[in-house]
């Protein structure tokens, strides 16, 4: 069974960084593509970073330039580096593993407020 448990969400000012981890189990994780995923209230959920099992990486565009994502197959966990938070990037934040079929973990609370 697939388990991915996000953690590292929280608050944070306007500016300011934080770092997500999504740390997986029940799959080979090297041979699969991951990504992050966030949802505000009342809106869809929508890609924010995906990265292949060769390390090839894509970004919406709003976060394109601020947010990296990485991945240490040896921990099987994905992370993703959030800089120069605004307001707008207030969501709940999914991981997510391109299994079949796809599997999210609970999402990890992610507020920018001053």
């Known amino acids: 069974q697939v388990q991915l448990v996000e953690s590292g969400g929280g608050l944070v000012q306007p500016g300011g960084s934080l770092r997500l981890s999504c740390a997986a189990s029940?799959?080979?994780?090297?041979?699969?593509?991951m990504g992050w995923y966030r949802q505000a209230p009342g809106k869809q959920r929508d890609m924010v970073a995906i990265?292949?099992?060769?390390?090839?990486?894509m970004y919406a565009d709003s976060v394109k330039g601020r947010f990296t994502i990485s991945r240490d197959n040896a921990k099987n966990t994905v992370y993703l580096q959030m800089n120069s938070l605004n307001p707008d990037d207030t969501a709940v934040y999914f991981c997510?593993?391109?299994?079949?079929?796809?599997?999210w973990g609970q999402g990890t609370q992610v507020t920018v407020s001053s």
């Open positions: 997510n593993a391109n299994t079949r079929p796809v599997s």
């Open positions: 029940g799959i080979i994780f090297s041979s699969f593509t």
């Open positions: 990265i292949t099992p060769g390390g090839n990486r």
